[in-house]
C-alpha cells in the first residue's frame, strides 16, 4: 500500500485526542444534594462494569474514526489485482538530461542511471498506450515505444535547465484531454533542489511518479556569468553552498592572466590588460571536479575607438556636458543633432516644431524608413537593450513612425509601447531632445553611460554583448566586414548547485516520490491500483454510526 | 365544586394558601365533602344495628343468637369505636428536608401538613391521636388525646419541630416502640432512607404488640428518576458522603433500583400484615388521604 499524501499521516498522531481529552478536559463536576444516595451507589456498583465498558468502546469509536479520516485524507492506493498486464495509459516520461545529468558519481554519469529508468518506463509500456517524452528542452514529443526509445538511446547531457514544476504542469496538461482513462508522468531526474521551481503542481486525475534523487556530487564548483565592464572581468563563482573554494584561472586568448582561489558564492573582480580597439574573448576556467560542464565559460568584451563627436550648435547643455566627460576622440565621424549628415548621426527632435518637416525631408533623402510624427503622450521608457533607461519619465516627445517598410532598423526604447529610439541604418532617432523639459533622463547617472552607447556603439551598429542559454561558446555578429556584436552562451548558474531536493520537497511535484526499485512496479497503476480513501470514509461513517448508537442508546 | 376542592390541588399551590393549620383544616373538609363516613375504620369496633340479610353477605356477621329465638335472618352492623388511640410517627431527619424542584414542597413539610390534616380527620371522629416526630432520636412527643385544643397541640409540636440534624432513624424507632404501650393505629411518615432490615423489625415489634401499622412512604419526584447536568457531584445531606456520576449514564439503572427497593418494602410490609403506601410530593393532599384511609 502505497499513499498518495504521506505527509498527512503525520495526522495520526490527532488519534491521541480522544485520549487527552478525557485525560486533559476534567473538570469539577457542580455539587448537588441527593438524600437518595444509596440508592444511587447501588445502581453504580451494579452498572460500573458495563459503564466502563461503554467508555472504553466510546474511546476506541472515536480513535478509530480519527485514524480513518487521516488514513483517508493520506489517499492509500491498494493493489487490486496481482501483476500481469495494465489499462490503456496516456504516459508522458519526463527524462531530464539537464547539464546536472552529467555529473559523474560513483564513478558512472547520472545520465546513464537516469537512461534506464526512463527505458523501463517506455519499455513497460503497451501498444494501446499513448507516449509522450520531454527531455530537457521542455518539448513534449509524442511517439511510439521503438522512436522514442531511440530518442532516449541518442539523447545526451543537454545544456538547458529543466524546470521540473514547469515540465510537469506541461505534461499533465498534454495528457489531460486524452481519452485514455489511466494517466501517469513520469518524472526521471537527479532532482537536484534547483530544478524543482517554486510553483507547486496540481496533478488531479493523473498519477505522478518521481524518481527519487541519485546521490549527487553536492560538493560543486561551477563559473557563472564573466562580464567585462570598464576594463575589469566580474567572475561569479557558483555551486553547492559550503563547498570548498577552488583555483581559479582566467585566460585571454591562450595567455594566462591570473590566477585566484574562489567558493560559491563569491564575484572576482580582475583587471584586464588594456588591449587596442577590436573584440577580444578569453575564459575563466576551475580545476575540474566531478560535474564538468559548468567548470568553464567564455567571456568576450569589445574595445570600441571613441567617435569623433560633431555635436550641432542647439543639442543643449546636458548633452554638450556629457559629450565633454566623455572626451571624444577621432574615432569615425559621427554628428549629433541638427540634419543628418552623409555618415553616421544621432537626430533629436528640433526646438522648433515647424522645423520638424525640413529634418522628416532630410531622413527621407538620406533612404530612412522612419520619420518624427506627431506630438506623443507623456510616459515611462523600457528598453531591453539598454536597461538603464527603464522606469525614466518623458514629459515631451515625438512619434517615431515608420515611413516605408526598412530591412535595416531594431527598436531600442519605447514609451507607451510606441519607439522612442530607433536605430536605422547609421542613423539613430531619439523621440525627446536631451533637455530636463523633455525628460528625466539628464537628471539620472544613466545619462553620460546613455550618450556614450548613443555615439560610440548604437550609431555605429554595435549591440552590446547578449548572454544566452546554451553550450559554452560565442558567436559574433557580423555586418559587412565589421564585427557589430557578440553572443556568449553559457549554462543557466542555478545548475551549480547540486544540492538534492528532499523528499518533501519533491512531493510539490504532485506526486509519489519513489525509488528505483519501486517506481518501476507503481507505474501503469492505474489499472491495478484502487484509491482506498472513499472505502475509509465509508468505514469512518459506520464507524461514527455506531458511536452514535452506543452513546445515546447507552444511555 | 371542583374549584374549591382545595384537598385535590398541587400541594405546592396548596402550601402557599397560608400556614399549615390553614392547609390542613382546607384539606379537612374538601376531604371529608368528598366521602360519607371515616375511612379510617377502626380495628376496635361495637355493634350498632340489625338489618335483614341479603345474599352475599358474610356468614360471620349473621346473628345466631337472634335466628335462633325468631327463626329469622339477621346480620349485625358494627361502627367504629370513638376512643380509638392513633399515633403519627413523623420522620424529620435532615434527609426529609430535601426537594428535587423549586415548586415543590420539601418531603418534610409536605409530611407536616399531612400529618396535620390526618390528625384533623381522627380527632372529628373523636379518637384519640397523638404524635412522635424523631431523626436519630425521639424529638418530640404529643401523648395521644381527644380533648379540645389537642390538634392546635399537635400542630404547633409539628411547627416547633425543627428539621432534624439526624442520620439513622432506627434507633429511634425502637425507641418509639416503648413509648406506645397501648394498642392502636400507627402511621410512620418517612422517606425510608432507612435499614430495611432494622426498621422493619421495630414495626414488626409493633404489629406484635397488637397496633395497626400504616407505612407512608414519602419521595420526592426527583428521587424516583435521575437527572441533572452531564456530570454531578451528588452529596447525601446526612452522612454527607459524594459521588460523581453522569445522570443520563447511571438513570437507567437507578430507576431499576429505586424500583427494586420499593417493591422490596412493599412485600416486606405485607409479609407482617403491615399497609405500605408511597405518596409522591407532588400527590395532592386529599388523594394521600384518600390512600392512607
Redesign the interface.
Known sequence: MTFLHPLVLLGLAAGAIPTLLHLLARH?????????????????R??AH??RL?HLILLALRTALVLLIVLAAARPLLRTTAGGGHAPTALVVIFDNSPSAGAVVEGRPVLERLREVARGSVNAARPEDHLWLMLADGVARAGERSALLAVIDSAGVAPWRLDLGDAVTRAVQVISDDPLPNREVHVVSDLERSALGSARVEARGTLVLVLAGATLPAPNRGVGRAVVTDGQLAVNVLGTPGTDPGAVTVRLGSTVVTHALAGPGTTLTIPLPVEPPGWWQGDVTLEPDEFRADDQVPFVWHVARESDVHPASDVGPFVTAALAVLETRSGPVVRLGGLPGPGPSVLLPPLEPALVGELDRALAARGSSWRYGQSGSPGVLASRALAELGGVAVAQRYRLERSVSGSDSAILATVNGEPWLVRDGDLVLVGSRLDTAWTDLPRRVAFVPFVDALVNRLVRGETPVEWMEGRPRIEFRVRGLDTVGAKVYGLDPRVSDLTAATAEEARGLGGMVLPAAQFAAASFAGGRRADASGLLLALALVVAGAELGVATL?? | MVATRIDLLDPWDVARLGGIEIVARGVVEGFLSGVHRSPFRGFSVEFTEHRAYQPGDELRYLDWRMLARSDRLFVKQFEEETNLRAMILIDVS???A?RGADARLTKRAYVDRLAAALALVLLRQRDATGLIAFDDAVRTVVSARVKGGQWARLVRAIVETPDGVGTAAEPALRQVTSLLTRRGLVVLMS?L?LDRRLTMTALQYLRHRGHHVIVCHVVDPA?LE?S??A?????????Q?????RP???????E???AR?TIAWRSTCRRQRIAYHQVRTDLPFGLALRMLG
Open positions: 469539577e463536576p457542580p455539587d448537588a444534594d441527593f438524600p437518595a444516595l444509596r440508592y444511587l451507589t447501588e445502581a453504580e451494579r452498572s458495563r459503564v461503554r447507552g444511555r | 435532615r434527609s426529609m430535601w422517606d432512607l428521587e435521575l441533572g447536568p456530570e454531578v457531584r451528588f452529596r447525601d445531606p446526612e452522612s458522603a459524594t459521588l460523581v456520576v443520563r449514564e447511571l438513570a437507567r439503572a437507578y431499576a433500583t429505586v427497593e
